[in-house]
């Protein structure tokens, strides 16, 4: 045997503590993993990848190298709670969310009612400072006004009428002149 084949047989030698240890480690983590998943589901705290991470004192990054486990968590993610006797319904993962996405959808409906209810607001305020600062005309010369309106149009109705008066009168006139004319006329010819 040469010097190189010499340390490379008695590496694996050496890495076989390591590698029992690294077993050994990585089966005391399951047992943490397991064992607080276990607890949070009797307890019916919160199960997610972060909240057994944190309680068995592990990183997330175990649990992509520990499919099973992984696998585990959502299932029980996704299981409905424990219900307690009488409480009603199971609550699940997803009708929460599905709360919260509905809940969250009235929060915007809400808000834009509030702004629009904002806005009338503002502008029903702006108007009563215009009309208490003097700038603004009153109430009372708002209706005098709009009753002037009214009364010029009717002038204006009334002077349209007298004038087609006025020109069926001249009508009439001009047609009575012709007529006494021909009577003078027929009268000085006898």
Same mark, same amino acid.
């Given at each position: ?32 993993? +397991?064992? /607080?998943?276990?607890? $949070?589901?009797?307890?019916? @705290?919160?199960? =997610?990848?972060? !909240?057994?991470?944190? &309680? #068995? ?23 409905? +709670?424990? /219900?307690?006797?009488? $409480?009603?319904?199971?609550? @699940?993962?997803? =009708?929460?969310? !599905?709360?919260?996405? &509905? #809940? ?87």
């Amino acid at each position: 045997m040469t010097g190189s084949e010499t340390a490379s047989a008695r590496t694996p030698a050496r890495a076989e503590p390591m590698m029992k240890g690294r077993q050994a480690d990585s089966a005391r983590r399951r047992k943490r993993v +397991l064992a /607080a998943l276990d607890k $949070a589901a009797a307890d019916g @705290t919160e199960i =997610s990848v972060s !909240a057994i991470a944190r &309680a #068995a004192a592990v990183d997330r990054i175990f649990f992509y190298r520990h499919r099973d486990l992984l696998a585990k968590i959502h299932a029980l993610e996704a299981a409905p +709670l424990p /219900a307690e006797a009488g $409480a009603g319904p199971a609550v @699940t993962r997803a =009708s929460l969310q !599905a709360d919260l996405l &509905a #809940a969250h959808e009235r929060a915007i409906r809400l808000n834009a009612r509030v702004q629009q209810l904002e806005k009338r607001l503002s502008e029903a305020l702006g108007e009563q400072a215009w009309r208490e600062s003097g700038l603004g005309a009153p109430a009372d010369i708002d209706a005098l006004s709009q009753q002037i309106t009214r009364l010029e149009q009717q002038v204006v109705d009334l002077q349209l009428q007298a004038e087609e008066r006025n020109e069926e009168l001249s009508a009439a006139r001009a047609a009575n002149r012709e007529l006494m004319a021909q009577l003078n006329a027929t009268a000085r010819r006898r």
